[in-house]
């Protein structure tokens, strides 16, 4: 028996038992520690031509900016057309971003102009594939293991973390930024090559058209959505966990040159702290065998807005360091129960769509965050901000505790059926 058969027969890795699946997360593996290498790289290199947090405000916001406009669609693409090839172009446009800012950089002709263009159009790939990736994983598994794959997609991504920051911050002291963004590039070839290397008749019934709804339409999405409550006071409470309490990597980055003073080394092993925590918070929810609802959410919420306004407080490079890891396990087991939640409880005629405001709402609202987090680090400083915004994640998940719709919302609602 192999190990990743062994893996798959313990509960918290049963989704790796799909071969599809496992040929998704090995291929994603690679291609977010190369996201994770490129995103150091780029906001160093901001402020280092910079010296504004203004500035690299603006770049995270042109980032994820394009969400406001294009998730929606997104979602529908995914109700309707072959996912697979859409993540496909999306995936190759990112790429083909990554070489030309890592040859912008090389060649000594990269401007803050040229990192504007750039993030804008890596902004809109991400925009249309965010819905559709997200969807695509219950392809993969089906309805029963599709809580797991999203936790376990999150282990991935924070494995990434943990090893593209540390990574990123020594080609960097010893190389520049080029080659960190060439690296990334590269990466994105392997989850390329998993996904065009998958069965198609291993697919779940979200590829049958017995699941597809009469009306692909945006509006019947919204329609949709008016009718459930309980999704619409999680996707608030992303919304603003999304807008005020996830601009994590630009906490740290203004932590660790405004604050702390540190090199591009000890700023990378920040983000590869703060994924240990990640990880272990995805694997809790992976070993979960009851689906999450809007209660679990909601105190998730509550407790990660009050870590985040503590790590502020931390005097120390170590003691921000050491308070890391508890605020991506808050983050991440919010993120996974909230995604698991919302997915697992739509009808399958409309998940692309309703996924598509889940990333609206998610993504959407970091560009507005980034830009707000700068201008009030530029007037109150780096701390008052962090202690701030991680106030007003958690005072609006208190007050949805309190609310009698919400209330309402967070009885039990019994998993979609496919």
Known sequence: MSIVEKLADHGTFRSLRHRNYRRFYAGNLLSNTGTWIQRVAQDWLVLQLTHSATA???????????????????????????????????????????????????????????????????????????????????????????????????????IG??????????????????????????????????????????????ESHAHKSADNGVRAGLRYLRGRKDIIVVLVLVGFAGTFGLNYQMFMALMSTDVFHVRADSFGTLGSVMAI????????????????????????????????????????????????????????????????????STDPAFRGRVMGVYMLVFMGGTPIGSLGLGWFVEHYGVRLAINAFGGIVALVALLTLLIPAARSASQRVEPAHD
């Open 56 to 158: 690299l405000g603006i770049v995270t916001s042109l980032q994820f900016g394009p969400s406001i406009l294009f998730s929606i669609h997104g979602g529908s693409l995914a109700d309707r057309f072959d996912k697979q090839r859409w993540i496909v172009a999306t995936n190759s446009v990112a790429a083909a971003c990554a070489f030309a800012i890592g040859g912008l950089v090389e060649t000594g002709h990269i401007t803050i102009g040229w990192i504007y263009v750039i993030a804008t159009v890596l902004g809109v790939a991400s925009a249309i594939q965010a819905p559709i990736w997200q969807t695509f994983v219950h392809d993969l598994v089906g309805r029963d293991d599709l809580a797991n794959a999203i936790a376990l997609n999150s282990t991935n991504f924070n």
């Open 161 to 206: 973390r943990l090893i593209g920051p540390a990574l990123s911050g020594y080609l960097i002291s010893l190389f520049g930024t080029g080659p960190s963004f060439i690296v990334n590039g590269v990466t994105y070839a392997a989850s390329i090559y998993a996904l065009v290397t998958m069965r198609r008749s291993e697919y779940f019934m979200a």
């Open 277 to 344: 925590g990640s990880i272990t918070g995805a694997l809790a929810v992976a070993q979960r065998r009851r689906s999450p609802d809007v209660r679990m959410v909601q105190w998730l919420v509550i407790g990660f807005g009050i870590i985040t306004a503590l790590a502020g407080l931390a005097p120390t490079y170590v003691t921000y360091a050491l308070a890391l890891p508890f605020a991506g396990f808050g983050a991440l087991s919010m993120l996974s129960s909230a995604n698991a939640f919302v997915q697992g």
